[in-house]
């Protein structure tokens, strides 16, 4: 295993235990201003998809997607069953924002990638 895609998982797992952490916590992060949260959402969400697409580059977009919808909407609804915390229909909108954006900058790099490989091979 190369140690780009070494740092590549180890960034996807760490994206993914801040998000587990943040969203099943007892108390919400503290917000300075409203909806804050949909911000943290969408940009957990996009770190997300974005390191997973780097680190299992093998694995259909269709499939990236529907794992980080899956888990977004079992952490909403965890959140539910915590006494402070609430489920939210803004926060899984923010979510799927967050998973769009991750999904189109993780193709702009892996454009990036491609074509500088494709410069160092001529």
Same mark, same amino acid.
């Given at each position: 295993?190369?140690? #780009?895609?070494?740092? @590549?998982?180890?960034? !996807?797992?760490? /994206?993914? #235990? /801040?998000i587990l952490?943040?969203?099943?916590?007892?108390? *919400? +992060? *503290? &917000? #300075?201003?409203?909806? &804050?949260?949909?911000?943290?959402?969408?940009?957990? !969400?996009?770190?997300? /998809?974005? @390191?997973?697409? %780097?680190? !299992? *580059?093998?694995?259909?977009? !269709?499939?990236? +997607?529907?794992?980080?919808?899956?888990?977004?909407?079992?952490?909403? =609804?965890? &959140?539910? =069953?915590?006494?402070?915390?609430?489920? @939210? +229909?803004?926060?899984m909108v923010?979510?799927?924002?967050? #998973? %769009?954006?991750?999904?189109? /900058?993780?193709?702009?790099?892996?454009? &990036?990638?491609?074509?500088?490989?494709v410069a160092?091979?001529?």
């Amino acid at each position: 295993m190369s140690m #780009v895609r070494l740092a @590549s998982i180890t960034c !996807f797992a760490a /994206v993914l #235990v /801040v998000i587990l952490f943040a969203g099943l916590r007892s108390e *919400p +992060v *503290p &917000q #300075v201003f409203n909806h &804050q949260d949909w911000l943290h959402h969408a940009a957990a !969400f996009a770190a997300l /998809v974005c @390191s997973a697409r %780097l680190a !299992f *580059p093998r694995v259909q977009a !269709f499939w990236m +997607v529907l794992y980080c919808l899956m888990l977004a909407l079992l952490i909403e =609804l965890g &959140q539910g =069953l915590l006494p402070m915390r609430t489920a @939210s +229909v803004g926060d899984m909108v923010a979510n799927i924002t967050g #998973v %769009l954006i991750g999904l189109m /900058v993780a193709g702009g790099i892996n454009r &990036q990638i491609a074509t500088r490989r494709v410069a160092d091979e001529a």
